[in-house]
């Protein structure tokens, strides 16, 4: 892996599990250090997901997305709703909110 910020190249890598562990455990101090990139990492997963549901993973991606992604909390959930999204087309394109910081519920008053 290269000096500063990982690329998305990596970051598959690390999702996949095929990353080495030092270098693993240096992208996970970056999740920490770097609320940006944590979510950069999810949107990465989230892509990942979907090209998952979409069948355009192939041979040892798609084995490793079964044992490391399925396995893992929250797996069930993220596959749901990238099938939801993927059956219906205009939904296409459309950019989910990744965390609280860039989406607020309106709050209710009673």
Do not use: N
């Not at 959930?77 to 910081?101: D, E, H, K, Q």
């Amino acid at each position: 892996m290269s000096a500063g910020r990982p690329a998305e190249k990596e970051m598959i890598a690390y999702l996949l599990g095929e990353l080495p562990e030092a270098e693993s455990l240096r992208l996970e101090q970056s999740c920490v250090d770097d609320d940006d990139f944590f979510e950069e990492l999810l949107a990465v997963e989230s892509e990942l997901t979907d090209e998952y549901v979409q069948g355009q993973l192939k041979g040892g991606a798609r084995e490793a997305f079964e044992k490391r992604m399925l396995s893992s909390p929250g797996a069930d959930r993220a596959i749901a709703l990238s099938r939801l999204i993927t059956r219906r087309g205009p939904w296409r394109g459309w950019v989910l909110p990744v965390s609280s910081r860039h989406f607020r519920w309106p709050r209710r008053r009673f």
